[in-house]
């Protein structure tokens, strides 16, 4: 998906919220856990009652892997079943992914071209040629973590380095890799105060904004700051809206949930 | 397995090799297509020809994923395959994981619990509560990355923040972390200069060091200040051995390569 199509969809959705799609069969409602794939068909009726109101859904690869080839199956089951049934909806494997160049390459081909996700969520940590082969793929998205809304984001994330702080030069860094265009970044929620500063680097870039709702984050501050005049901003809510309820019913307590965020999202986006 | 007994079959085997699982179905030969898994039985024999020499092995679990189920079956079968015929041999999950608190559990046990790995690689980006969770399993090692041995490893680790560079930083603060005898590091074998420093800061350690071989590294001048009286190096070559034959006495060239590896690194525990 390029980027036209992803603001066009949230300039109709008036919405530019994402739902994080991080399974824990613990958490699920209980009769869920008789069908052949609970994960699968949680998935499906939470994603065919919010998708008027998402523009993006996130599954975070971690709770997939934890359950091993069933795991892998369900998120390959969900991915074909947005794709085929939603066509318009912005995907992000939520992978946090990374590696020397010819490893990336391979990372890159598992998501973009194998599960046709629109987007990866990559670690900068190993530098240019661990983020380029993602950023080679043509209308697919690379967003890097730039600054994460946990508390150990601020170990390294927020060191002084000679020119600024390393989450800053990351995103500095960034811009001058080939193919920029197609980064987004992931700055957390839990620190709207920064996004004043990120905006002077990135102005135009899409931030994915995890920690609204469980974690702890406000939207109408993070918005203050980091909203743009095509948006620009992806907030991301996964546990507030996908656990609301526990019962049959849970895939309605789901839509009321992002129902209000995206009344609250449309004021703004009216703003 | 603790550490002992890595050291322990380190002193047997005379080797502090670690051979890289990083299978590409283009590279292996070309008689194994026809097989039902063609990358377990290439893993299979490598690790049949060369458990003697090597104490350690690591697939890159991009190379599985690559090829979706079908690569987690591979990886899952070789992980089983090793555990169950030498269960001496350290295990390492080259994946570079790292998430929120709650995310990096999953992949914990995913990793750990699930597949029975004795090592993971981590990137440490997220901080402090990424990296715990990981930390929390008895007798198992998170490998967290420092300084790495690609171009871009330079973009970001080396930079200066107040006290020293950023690789440094990660080292210092990851020692004041739960559980920090469990963590080990990796370190690029084509810096060998900066094994000296490293040592300051981690003297016992151990340091998971790639980029010997196919990467251009030298096994000499990396142990001259990386070795520690335990030995605290795990040298890995993937490429250079696993490849170092394409015809159907591929597990005998890469016996050969280990065997050459391995003589290298008798010489230098005695010396």
């Not at 975070?60 to 091993?68: I, P, R, S």
């Not at 240019?128 to 993602?134: G, L, Q, R, T």
């Not at 080679?136 to 973590?145: R, V």
């Not at 702080?165 to 620190?191: C, H, I, P, Q």
Request: glycine share 6%; charged share 25%; net charge negative.
């Amino acid at each position: 998906m390029n980027r036209q199509e992803l603001i066009d969809q949230i300039q109709q959705k008036k919405s530019f919220l994402c739902i994080g799609l991080d399974v824990d069969l613990a958490k699920i409602p209980t009769y869920l856990l008789s069908e052949e794939d609970p994960i699968f068909e949680f998935n499906k009726q939470i994603i065919d009652a919010t998708h008027q109101l998402a523009v993006a859904y996130k599954p975070n690869t971690a709770f997939y892997e934890a359950y091993g080839i069933k795991g892998w199956l369900a998120l390959e089951k969900t991915i074909n079943y947005i794709n085929a049934k939603y066509p318009e909806i912005f995907t992000i494997a939520d992978a946090k992914r990374g590696d020397i160049g010819n490893t990336s390459s391979r990372y890159a081909k598992a998501f973009f071209e194998d599960l046709n996700f629109d987007a990866i969520t990559v670690a900068p940590y190993m530098g240019k040629d661990s983020v380029e082969p993602f950023l080679d793929f043509e209308n697919k998205n690379t967003i890097l973590l730039a600054l994460t809304s946990n508390k150990g984001g601020m170990d390294f994330q927020t060191l002084k380095t000679p020119e600024n702080e390393l989450y800053k030069s990351v995103l500095k860094t960034s811009l001058t890799w080939k193919n920029s265009d197609n980064l987004m970044f992931v700055v957390g929620a839990t620190r709207p105060e920064y996004f004043k500063e990120i905006r002077e680097i990135v102005p135009n870039h899409f931030l994915l904004v995890p920690g609204i709702g469980a974690q702890g984050g406000d939207l109408q501050s993070v918005c203050k700051f980091g909203l743009t005049k095509e948006c620009g901003l992806l907030i991301n809510s996964s546990r507030s809206i996908i656990y609301a309820g526990k019962e049959k019913d849970f895939a309605l307590k789901a839509q009321q949930e992002a129902l209000k965020i995206q009344q609250e999202m449309e004021i703004i986006l009216n703003y």
